[in-house]
């Protein structure tokens, strides 16, 4: 969710270069265009999930997520290819 108050200040423009919300995550790191990190906050997090927290990484091209999954450099890739799926079959987090 975003803070209305921070929108206020800022500006909608902001959005894209201070990082800002609310939830059971706290930003520990941003560096644009390449990575964000999270950390679980334990009095909000309430058993939800698991690990000490998240890092967020864009990667644009469908080949180089595959890529980066088999190597086991992320545990999850997003928007997952459906026509490669038979060469990552043996990925559980596909």
Do not use: Y
């Not at 644009?60 to 990552?88: F, K, M, N, T």
Request: net charge neutral.
């Amino acid at each position: 969710m975003l803070s209305p108050k921070h929108n206020e200040r800022h500006g909608q423009e902001a959005i894209a270069t201070k990082p800002n919300g609310t939830g059971p995550f706290k930003l520990v790191s941003w560096s644009k265009n390449e990575e964000a990190g999270a950390r679980g906050e334990r009095e909000l997090l309430a058993r939800r999930a698991e690990g000490e927290g998240v890092v967020v990484r864009p990667i644009l091209e469908d080949a180089a997520r595959i890529a980066a999954l088999q190597a086991g450099e992320v545990d999850l890739i997003a928007p997952g290819p459906h026509v490669r799926s038979p060469s990552c079959s043996a990925t559980t987090s596909w």
